[in-house]
T-cell receptor, first 110, second 112 residues
Framework: GQQVMQIPQYQHVQEGEDFTTYCNSS?????IQWYKQRPGGHPVFLIQ?????EVKKQKRLTFQFGEAKKNSSLHITATQTTDVGTYFC??????????FGQGTTLQVKP | KAGVTQTPRYLIKTRGQQVTLSCSPI?????VSWYQQTPGQGLQFLFE???????NKGNFPGRFSGRQFSNSRSEMNVSTLELGDSALYLC???????????FGQGTRLTVV
C-alpha cells in the first residue's frame, strides 16, 4: 500500500546546530502537511505545501516540497531547546485518507 | 476561540468492554477527523466526518465506528475492546478543504 517514510527516526543535536528531517512518499502527493508534537502533547499543525518545488519559511523553519511531489523536507536553522519534539509529515492517499510518516524525534542538548 | 475538546482525557477499560470517546471541534469547523496513536504504529487515520457524513475511513476493523452530530460534535466507539486498542486517540477539526489543523489533547485509553 501507499507509504510515507521519514528519516531519520531520531536526531540529537547540540543547541545552535541545524536539523533536517526528510519525508518520502511511495506515490505522488497532492499536498503535504507538517506537524510538531511535543513530548506528552498533541500534534500542532505547522504548514501545508501544495505546489511542486514549493519552499516556505517560518522564522527558523524551512519547508520544501519536491519537484515530483513525492518528497518533502523540514529544515531548522540554529536549533533551540524549544524545538524539541517529534516532527511528522502527512499526505493524502489516492483515496483521501491521511497517511502520516513515522516521525522524526528531535532532541536538543543545551 | 475555544480549542478542540476531547473527553474523557484518560480511560481504563477491560477487554471485551466498549468505549465511547467524544470530540467537540472548534466553533464553526464542520470537519472532524480521528486518529489512533501508538508507539509501534504511529499516527493512523481512523475516520473523517463532515456535516454528519463519514467522508473517509481508515483501515480499522468494524469494531471502530463513529458519528457526527448536527452541532459538529463527534463521537467514536470501540466495541469488544482488545489489549491492542490501548492508544492515544486524537481528534482534529478543520475548515472544509483544509488539512486537520487543530488537534485535541487526546483520550488516553488503556485496555487491561
Amino acid at each position: 500500500g501507499q507509504q510515507v517514510m521519514q528519516i531519520p527516526q531520531y536526531q540529537h543535536v547540540q543547541e545552535g546546530e541545524d536539523f533536517t528531517t526528510y519525508c518520502n512518499s511511495s506515490t505522488t502527493l497532492s499536498n503535504i502537511q507538517w506537524y510538531k508534537q511535543r513530548p506528552g502533547g498533541h500534534p500542532v499543525f505547522l504548514i501545508q505545501l501544495v505546489k511542486s518545488g514549493e519552499v516556505k519559511k517560518q522564522k527558523r523553519l524551512t519547508f520544501q516540497f519536491g519537484e515530483a511531489k513525492k518528497n518533502s523536507s523540514l529544515h531548522i536553522t540554529a536549533t533551540q531547546t524549544t524545538d524539541v519534539g517529534t516532527y511528522f509529515c502527512a499526505g493524502p492517499s489516492n483515496t483521501g485518507k491521511l497517511i502520516f510518516g513515522q516521525g522524526t524525534t528531535l532532541q536538543v542538548k543545551p | 476561540k475555544a480549542g478542540v475538546t476531547q473527553t474523557p482525557r484518560y480511560l481504563i477499560k477491560t477487554r471485551g468492554q466498549q468505549v465511547t470517546l467524544s470530540c467537540s471541534p472548534i466553533s464553526g469547523h464542520r470537519s472532524v477527523s480521528w486518529y489512533q496513536q501508538t508507539p509501534g504504529q504511529g499516527l493512523q487515520f481512523l475516520f473523517e466526518y463532515f456535516s454528519e457524513t463519514q467522508r473517509n475511513k481508515g483501515n480499522f476493523p468494524g469494531r471502530f465506528s463513529g458519528r457526527q452530530f448536527s452541532n459538529s460534535r463527534s463521537e467514536m466507539n470501540v466495541s469488544t475492546l482488545e489489549l491492542g486498542d490501548s492508544a492515544l486517540y486524537l481528534c482534529a477539526s478543520s475548515e472544509d478543504g483544509r488539512p486537520p489543523t487543530f488537534f485535541g489533547q487526546g483520550t488516553r485509553l488503556t485496555v487491561v
